[in-house]
């Protein structure tokens, strides 16, 4: 089922073909890449691409935030703490300069080896990680800057400290905090999109996903468990609930993809961050001229919207 | 003041003695085994006489609890979920959502509405775990955003009563996004001067606790209702960690300052009338 997905992927590539070939080279390979997903969403993804998007967006070589940080953004300041208890390094704040202008920025950070992994807990935040986040936004909030947020977690930890420390609330919290921002925001999901651990900073006005990203609302092992009674039989339910980044755009979830480089980003880490900066800044550049409030309501409107239902549906 | 009961001793004996083979009976108490007709829980709100076990309690049993008899009007009944994604495991959604239809009588796992209490009147949105779990999907995440909406129209607060295992798989990624929307729904109330009262009953978890449940302007829970992000059983797993005996038990969030008050089903009446007093205007 194509439609508006196609649609838009249609406008695009008109409007790329129809530029003057400013930036030569890679406007023609970002044309390449449009098509390619063009063909991608009309052919329905299959289950085998499906579970191939799983892989790759757990590669253990594809970039993480700070792998984009310093490739995207200029004179970096990372911020650390939540000033109540803890700095958690599954979630990297910051503040630094998006083609000249001040952004906030927040995104989960895993790790390359053994104790990088684990001091970054494998991108799954604490209550205390998602505190430091609320505090990186409403900092942003006061001085206007627009917050940029980069998801890429299997999931929220879930360990007895932090539900102790209120985990549940805390992800709930933080997405009220952006509900309030009268910033602009941009989310991009990078890596894995995993359930509440996710979307406790991904309420955007625009979100955004990889190519071969992933986003759901359990993991594949997860929900295979459940289901089937046996987390062996994950690739089933990855195909069952479709957390890819054509069925997210067909169902509005998501606003737009962001192409990667041919055979993945963990293969161009550099190509990968100009991609993904192409498509921030886009997105950044449609939301100058709201206001703050205007953004707030449009906001609230787009989640309002997602998974309405028509008001009688009888069996 | 309210009640407090604290289950983690019972529950402490309860765990080792997991039947063998079939599930208890749901009226025997899974804390001191005495076994009840279903009358006898019902007179007694589905509470242990006994030992204060708190029993489950359907939607409409919850609502006649907390209303003025007669006085609620449903609202949003007509909503019903479709199968977004044609979603398949060992059976198709669509079978489950007809036979938990048939089994509930509910169209899904929220039931919404208007009511007063001693006069007063406000908001209800009543989660009831018999329907698959109490799981969150587009259903639910409609009808509760509704309900604030129909609060902030008329002024009044807004009580809801969760039981529910989290977002429902079978939506997908279109359940985690009832999160938000249920969190800006609530953003909306607040920001239009509304309140809203959120009491958690067992179990209050994943992708409820993760969004409008934890953002009440007073958040009170049953005793020993499991209020956790992560179920206890894939904390055990992924951390190996020993977990507490009153792990994510409303008394274990008490104690860490996630709830306003731990209220016993028998004076929950007169705590939710005493807080729509408060906030209401008719003072």
Known sequence: MPGEAELQLRERLNRLRSLPLLRGARLSGELERLQRQLDRIVAEPSDEQIWRSVELARHPDRPYTLDYVERMLEDFVELHGDR??????????????????????????KGRNIQERSKRNFGMAYPEGYRKAMRIME?????????????????????????????????????????????PIVSCIIGEGGSGGAIAIAVADRVLMQENAIY??????????????????????????????????????IDAIVPEPADGAHTDADAAAVLLKDSIG?????????????????????????????????? | MAARIDVSIEHKHALPEAKADGKPHPNTCPACGSHYRDDELAQHLNVCPQCGHHFPMRARARIASLADEGSFTEEAAELRSDDPLGFFDLRPYTERLAEAEVATGLGDAMVTGHATLDGAPFQLA??????????????????????CEAAAEHNIPLVSVTASGGARMQEGILSLM??????????DLHDSGGAM????????????????????????????????????????????EKLPDDFGLAESNYRFGHLDAIVARPELRDYVARLLRLFGNAG
């Not at chain 1, 942003?140 to 999931?155: E, N, S, W, Y």
């Not at chain 2, 009832?178 to 953003?187: F, G, I, R, Y």
């Open chain 2, 178 to 187: 009832q999160l938000p929307k249920t969190v800006c729904a609530v953003e």
């Open chain 1, 139 to 183: 900092l942003a909030d006061r001085h206007g800057f627009p917050l940029i947020t980069l998801v890429d977690t299997p999931g929220a930890y879930p360990g007895v400290a932090a539900e102790q420390h209120g985990q549940g609330g805390m992800i709930a919290r933080s997405q009220a905090v952006m509900a309030r921002l009268r910033s």
């Open chain 1, 282 to 315: 886009e997105s950044l550049d449609e939301l100058t001229g709201f206001s703050g409030d205007e953004l707030r309501r449009r906001r609230r409107a787009r989640f309002r919207s997602l998974g309405t239902l028509e008001p009688v549906k009888a069996p």
């Open chain 2, 126 to 147: 009543v989660m009831d775990f018999a329907f698959m779990g109490g799981s969150m999907g587009r259903v639910v995440g409609e009808k509760f955003t509704r309900a």
């Open chain 1, 84 to 109: 109540g208890r803890a700095d958690d390094e599954a979630l990297v704040t910051g503040l630094g300069r998006f083609d000249g202008r001040t952004v906030a920025l927040i995104g989960h950070q």
């Open chain 1, 216 to 253: 759901s609302v359990i993991s594949p092992e997860g929900c295979a468990a459940i289901l089937w009674r046996d987390a062996g039989e994950a690739q089933k339910a990855a195909a069952a609930f479709k957390p890819d980044a054509v069925h997210c755009l067909e169902l509005g979830v």
């Open chain 2, 197 to 240: 009262i959120s009491i958690m009953a067992h179990p209050t978890t994943a992708g409820v606790l993760a969004s409008f449940a934890s953002l009440g302007d007073v958040i009170v829970a049953e005793p020993g209702a499991l209020l956790s992000f992560t179920g206890p059983r894939v904390v055990q797993q992924t951390t190996r």
